[in-house]
């Protein structure tokens, strides 16, 4: 039998490493997480955010955030901890 883990013990275990974040709608932000509280708002560093170009769907927009920043958990859709970034098909795969 698996051990059981709750979510915010895996989120926890997150603490100092990457991590991936899919919003609501489409953007998708990457980076080092530094701590948390119960609602999942979420302390990051060195954060890269990526979203569609309004004006041509294909391209992405990879924007650096250099400070340290406090992301809402209400527009959060997924959590991907450690990992090793985002899939071929992902935004932040394709504006590399």
Known sequence: MATRILPLE???KAIGSQIWIL???TKEV???LRGFDDYVNLVLD???EFTP????KG???RTKLDTEILLNGNQ???LIPGGNGPPED???ASSS
């Open 10 to 12: 895996l989120i926890d």
């Open 23 to 25: 919003l609501r709608g």
């Open 30 to 32: 990457m980076g080092t």
């Open 46 to 48: 060195d954060a890269v």
């Open 53 to 56: 170009d309004p004006n041509d």
């Open 59 to 61: 391209k992405i927009i």
């Open 76 to 78: 959060i859709a997924v």
């Open 90 to 92: 992902s935004l932040a």
